[in-house]
Structures are given as C-alpha cells and as structure tokens.
C-alpha cells in the first residue's frame, strides 16, 4: 500500500503517481540490480500496478 493515501496500486485500477522513471526504478530495486530486461519492467509494472493491466497496451 501507498502510505500516503492508502490506495493498494496492485488491486485498484489507479493511476500511479509515478513517472515512468520511476516505475522503472522501482521494478530495478524490486529485481536487485542495475541491469533489468525491459519485459522484466513490464512484468513488474504490470503485477504491481493495476492500473497498467487495465489500460491500452500503447504505454509500453
């Protein structure tokens, strides 16, 4: 959960307040290194982040 405002990102279609940056940063703490494969990102944002399951594939 987000701390801020208690919205579970991974079950509430949401917009995430996180730039794409950042949604990249986190999917390369989340793997532990600085080297990640971009399907790796996609997979992690979309289990993460419900909001990009429920969108048009075009954000990748």
Known sequence: ?????DVDFSKEA?????????LITLAMRHYGQSK???SDIYD?????FAWYR???ITWQ
């Not at 959960?1 to 405002?5: E, L, T, Y």
């Not at 949401?14 to 950042?22: D, F, G, L, R, V």
């Open 1 to 5: 959960k987000n701390a801020s405002n």
């Open 54 to 56: 429920k969108t048009d």
């Open 14 to 22: 949401i917009k995430p307040p996180y730039s794409y940056a950042e």
């Open 44 to 48: 992690y944002v979309r289990k993460n």
């Open 36 to 38: 990640v494969l971009l």
